[in-house]
T-cell receptor, first 111, second 118 residues
């Protein structure tokens, strides 16, 4: 399928290593954040979310960290697998407004 | 529970034509948002509908319009197509995007409609 983004920042990690994908968000009033994974030819798939009253939230093999002081969000993927190769987007929402998406990061898992 | 569905999946049009894309949200979801995704601009918000009313609108020209039906299904229309309208058009649904607690705000995306304008 068509590339989601031809000039996205790319993170290459070895299979089995941990991955950390970063995102700087723009609105200090944003109170809800989502990480999405998008594989080629598919729509974005929900991974994990976090509200602004939390600093950390864990899911299955994924952890999201929120630093409101510097408006920074990160997604940690433990024991990265080939199936994790995709483009990852962060999205922010400010109570009742539309979601704003980051530019995305391409994760490439090396065998 | 079935996910968000979009039809058609692929579409080829020529400049000047118009196109209508359809989105069926997850059952029970009342909010439907539309996005345009291109390699150069990323994911850009078009508009959001809730209870048949447009509640939020992005920065797109009036050629882009939409509507929502009483069953929450939504359509978007692009008139007088331009080459730059070639993109993946994504629909996302949520229970209610208006700032409710917990997972009610979470948006779930469909597979998209890939539009090519020649």
């Amino acid at each position: 399928g068509e590339s989601v983004g031809l000039h996205l920042p790319t993170l290459s990690v070895q299979e089995g290593d941990n991955s950390i994908i970063n995102c700087a968000y723009s609105n200090s009033a944003s109170d809800y954040f989502i990480w999405y994974k998008q594989e080629s030819g598919k729509g974005p798939q929900f991974i994990i979310d976090i509200r602004s009253n939390m600093d950390k939230r864990q899911g299955q093999r994924v952890t999201v960290l929120l630093n409101k002081t510097v408006k920074h969000l990160s997604l940690q993927i433990a024991a990265t697998q080939p199936g994790d190769s995709a483009v990852y987007f962060c999205a922010e929402n400010n109570y009742g407004q539309n979601f704003v998406f980051g530019p995305g990061t391409r994760l490439s898992v090396l065998p | 529970k079935a996910g968000v569905t979009q039809t058609p999946r692929y579409l080829i049009k020529t400049r000047g034509q118009q196109v209508t894309l359809s989105c069926s949200p997850i059952s029970g979801h009342r909010s439907v948002s539309w996005y345009q995704q291109t390699p150069g601009q990323g994911l850009q918000f078009l508009f959001e509908y809730f209870s048949e009313t447009q509640r939020n609108k992005g920065n797109f020209p009036g050629r882009f319009s939409g509507r929502q039906f009483s069953n929450s299904r939504s359509e978007m229309n692009v008139s007088t197509l331009e080459l730059g309208d070639s993109a993946l058009y994504l629909c996302a649904s949520s229970l209610d995007i208006a700032g409710r607690l917990g997972r009610e705000e979470t948006q779930y995306f469909g597979p998209g409609t890939r539009l090519l304008v020649l």
